[in-house]
């Protein structure tokens, strides 16, 4: 089972909520932060004895002897990494997106494999036995999805070996980024704050995901401060307000040092063991509705 | 090395004619008014196909514009990715030339007040 955590907003709770359900989930869980321009989750979990490796894209690289100047990679090219230039072909090794079609359609074979470092990929440990993953992407590379791609293969990986859940902390936003992160997901929780801001992009973020046909719900964070329009946006589009966690002093406090919300006291703990049940119906209800 | 006589000569406009004002952006430029410095013949390239691109403007505006012939570039800004493009092709690039018309911007390059840039602006 795979819960994606995520929100139009940024700094809505995000990573509070993903670092707080890894603590209590029962089964045997792997939390992946997928945040990889500002990873976070490592700061409550606190993963150890970490290896990091590092990753790449395949991009082309002219072998310029070869080429025939056909014009057929650059045609091709939707990202303008590959222009014909009069009798020069250019190649902008940081616009390309990888798909490697260039490489497959070039009838010359001018087109070999090269790379451009994407960023590493890191896994941990806690102290607790839950393993932990992220990528790191590069300062100046342009693109985090095909970072996260890889992060992903490595998720899957790890996942398989010993069937485990896997909790994704998302990026914020609604564009590329977000998507590729809740893409696997089995449900997505969306997090987020009774605000004006809050709801525009909770509403962002429902308008993006609700497409995808997975089970989705709502924590409020902060609840307390601000009105009750997300509320009323629950209700009116049917998605379930799963759980509330308040906007306390102690809880703001507890988060500031770095604590894990469940172990703050035991009324969290039991709002949290809550709502990973319920997050646990909704996979297999969702489940039954795709086989059905 | 050899020095092609300069005939033709593409600025970047917010529209097709000499008195439309000179478009500072180079990628993401409405068009580009193509002057034939011997008959003083106008031409419009539209740069559409470029402004809606999500990323790459810069190369195809360098695209559109070798395809129309141009050898020298009168703008704005031209980013690094178009300047290499530009460059790999001998198109000559005037940066800065901006607040004034594309019939403006002619004048001053014929009367050689102008000077050819050797470094993309940002």
Same mark, same amino acid.
């Given at each position: ?8 907003? #940024?700094?809505? #709770?995000?990573?509070?909520?993903? @670092? ?56 091709? =090219? ?17 616009? =390309? ?11 010359? #074979? ?11 990929? +890191? ?17 100046? +590379? ?17 996942? +398989? ?121 909704? @996979? =297999? ?8 | ?23 500072? /952006?180079?990628? /993401? ?11 003083? %013949? ?27 012939? %141009? ?10 990715? %178009? ?40």
């Amino acid at each position: 089972m795979i819960i994606a955590v995520a929100s139009g907003k #940024g700094g809505t #709770g995000k990573t509070t909520v993903s @670092a707080a359900l890894a603590s209590i989930w029962k089964r045997p869980v792997l939390a992946v932060d997928m945040d990889v321009e500002e990873p976070n989750l490592h700061l409550f979990l606190k993963p150890e004895s970490v290896r990091s490796e590092a990753a790449y894209l395949e991009v082309p690289v002219l072998d310029k002897a070869l080429c025939k100047l056909c014009g057929a990679c650059a045609e091709l =090219c939707q990202f303008k990494a590959i222009s014909l230039m009069g009798a020069h072909l250019l190649i902008f090794p940081d616009m =390309c997106h990888g798909c490697g079609g260039c490489m497959r359609i070039c009838p010359e #074979g001018a087109l070999q494999k090269g790379q451009r470092e994407l960023g590493v990929v +890191e896994a941990g440990i806690t102290s607790e036995g839950i393993p932990c993953l992220t990528g790191r992407l590069r300062i100046g +590379e342009a693109m985090s999805p095909p970072l996260m791609g890889k992060v992903r293969q490595r998720m899957q990986a790890m996942a +398989e070996q010993d069937f485990r859940d896997i909790i994704i902390d998302a990026p914020p936003g609604v564009s590329c980024p977000a998507m590729t992160a809740v893409q696997d997901a089995d449900v997505i929780l969306l997090v987020t704050e009774p605000t004006p801001f809050g709801l525009h992009d909770l509403r962002l973020a429902w308008q993006a995901f609700h497409p995808l046909g997975k089970p989705m719900g709502v924590v409020i964070n902060r609840a307390g401060v601000g009105d009750d329009q997300v509320q009323a946006f629950c209700r009116e589009k049917g998605l379930p307000l799963l759980t509330e966690i308040p906007f306390r002093r102690d809880i703001a406090e507890h988060y500031a040092h770095g604590g894990i919300l469940t172990q703050l006291d035991a009324g969290m703990k039991a709002t949290f063991e809550d709502l990973a049940q319920r997050l646990e119906r909704m @996979a =297999c209800e969702g489940q039954g509705v795709s086989h059905a | 090395m050899t020095t092609t006589p300069i005939h033709t000569i593409a600025i970047t406009s917010e529209g097709p004619t000499l008195a439309d004002p000179v478009d500072s /952006r180079f990628g /993401r430029a409405g068009g580009f008014v193509i002057v034939d410095l011997t008959s003083m %013949a106008t031409t419009y390239v539209d740069n559409g196909s470029s402004q809606v691109l999500a990323q790459g403007a810069g190369i195809q505006a360098a695209e559109n514009l070798v395809k129309a012939g %141009a050898q020298v570039l009168l703008t704005g800004h031209v980013g690094p990715k %178009a300047w290499t493009a530009l460059q790999a092709t001998g198109v000559k690039v005037v940066q800065g030339v901006e607040n004034m018309t594309v019939g403006e911007a002619v004048t001053k390059f014929k009367a050689g007040e102008f000077t050819f840039s050797d470094a993309p602006s940002h």
